[in-house]
């Protein structure tokens, strides 16, 4: 069931449509640029924002040394995705705890891999090494679903998940036009919205946080 919502939501990414329960999580490309800026705890909106920001610059940067074949660009950039998704950790341990920061710092690292996995092996042609990366990413998704929502109430699980999934769609889509060497415009279009479903996401946690701990969220 996960593999098809998976498949679901890299369609939507193409533009074949999507609609879902949570339109601001799921919708990858439907995000609307013109989204009003979040106010509630808006120092926290910030932060979130940028940590989650570093999250898709530094894969793409990944992605963009692989298939230049820079091996020295990509371990940098690899070093930088994991520097990043330490320093969210570290933010969530914050509000949760450093047992938590440790527990998500583990999901993240299986995301990552998912991501590394796919971009690899969409570089090397490996279509195979390609379904076996959404798979993983798919169970993946779920585990941060569950982990986050089980730490907020504000969280649903399933809103989560879905847009986990969504995520790394744009992630499918923008390697797989790498690899397609797709106009510059079309790239640069699937970039745009890729950060903008990144902060949809970002600020949906926030927004959980700050129902949460309205004393501490700022």
């Given at each position: 069931?996960?593999?098809?919502?998976?498949s679901i939501a890299c369609a939507a990414l193409?533009?074949?449509g999507f609609t879902a329960a949570t339109p601001a999580l799921a919708q990858g490309h439907a995000?609307?640029?013109?989204?009003?800026?979040?106010?509630?705890a808006p120092n926290l909106h910030k932060a979130m924002r940028g940590l989650w920001h570093g999250h898709v610059v530094t894969t793409r940067d990944y992605a963009l040394a692989v298939f230049a074949g820079n091996k020295a660009g990509a371990a940098?950039?690899?070093?930088?995705?994991?520097?990043?998704?330490k320093d969210i950790a570290h933010a969530?341990?914050?509000f949760y705890g450093q047992p938590a920061g440790d527990g998500l710092l583990k999901l993240l690292a299986g995301h990552w891999g998912a991501v590394k996995a796919l971009t690899d092996s969409a570089h090397a042609g490996n279509a195979a090494g390609e379904d076996k990366a959404l798979q993983d990413a798919a169970a993946n998704a779920g585990e941060i679903a569950k982990f986050?929502?089980?730490a907020n109430p504000n969280w649903k699980e399933a809103d989560l998940?879905?847009?986990?999934?969504?995520?790394?769609?744009h992630h499918k889509s923008q390697v797989d036009m790498m690899a397609a060497k797709a106009p510059k415009d079309k790239q640069e279009a699937e970039w745009?919205?890729?950060q903008q479903h990144m902060d949809a996401i970002a600020d949906v946690l926030s927004d959980g946080i700050a129902k949460q701990f309205p004393d501490k969220a700022n």
């Open positions: 069931m996960k593999m098809q919502t998976l193409l533009g074949l995000h609307a640029a013109t989204a009003p800026a979040p106010t509630a940098k950039a690899a070093d930088a995705v994991v520097a990043n998704a969530v341990a914050g986050l929502a089980g998940d879905a847009g986990l999934v969504a995520h790394f769609g745009t919205a890729m």
